[in-house]
């Protein structure tokens, strides 16, 4: 079946560092994948998305780029910041109309932590 | 606006007993999630609602689960004779379709002891 694998955590960083948190998938058909963000004590938030192959999600300085031929969506920010330390979860949906219904299948999540 | 909302946020309870969770999905939406987070699994998807359709049961683990939802709005997750592995934090998604952006309300923790 579909599946979803981070690079393992928890991931330390000091302020203003580059962060890069690796997610490779498997999946038939063409997915579409997800980085989802859980701030402490908080639900989950969508933080981007890219629904095809080349495709780069963007928000809030971070970007991850959708690559097919290496079945990959690495999440990757220029300069982190304390208020960024949160659960990063890197997810994929079908959206081809099949029996997946959109249902989103996780990886294990990375936590981040940021200090000043 | 409201987003979605679940209750309660923490449930304590005795192993055998049975529980009952809510979802009260965003206004509109008419695809509903839930999804289980626990230590051992990560984040595992258990049922799905869209509209009046059947319901996807597919990732419900065992019988004891089951899932309804009322009006195509508020979901109820029973869990009968609850067991120590079901503790976990169970969580619910809404989205205006079933292939738009999920958004998820803050959990039910259940503490089975």
Request: aromatic residues 10%; proline residues 4%.
């Amino acid at each position: 079946g579909d599946s979803v694998t981070q690079m393992e955590g928890p991931v330390t960083l000091s302020e203003e560092a580059f962060l890069t948190i690796n997610c490779t998938y498997t999946a038939t058909g063409y997915p579409s994948l997800f980085w989802y963000v859980q701030y402490p004590g908080e639900g989950l938030q969508l933080l981007l998305k890219a629904t095809k192959a080349d495709d780069k999600g963007s928000n809030k300085g971070f970007e991850a780029t959708y690559r097919k031929e290496t079945t990959s969506f690495h999440l990757e920010k220029g300069s982190v910041q304390v208020s960024d330390s949160a659960v990063y979860f890197c997810a994929l949906s079908k959206q081809d109309g099949g029996t997946s219904y959109g249902k989103l299948t996780f990886g294990q999540g990375t936590i981040l932590t940021v200090h000043p | 606006g409201a987003g979605v909302s679940q209750s309660p946020s923490n449930k304590v309870t005795e192993k055998g007993k049975d529980v009952e969770l809510r979802c009260d999905p965003i206004s509109g939406h008419t695809a509903l999630y839930w999804y289980r987070q626990s230590l051992g699994q990560g984040l595992e998807f258990l049922i799905y609602f869209q509209g009046n359709s059947a319901p996807d049961k597919s990732g419900l683990p065992s019988d004891r689960f089951s899932a309804e939802r009322t009006g195509g709005s508020v979901s109820t997750l029973t869990i009968q004779r609850t067991q120590q592995e079901d503790s976990a934090v169970y969580l619910c998604a809404s989205s205006l379709g079933v292939f738009q952006p999920q958004h998820f309300g803050d959990g039910t923790r259940l503490s089975i002891l």
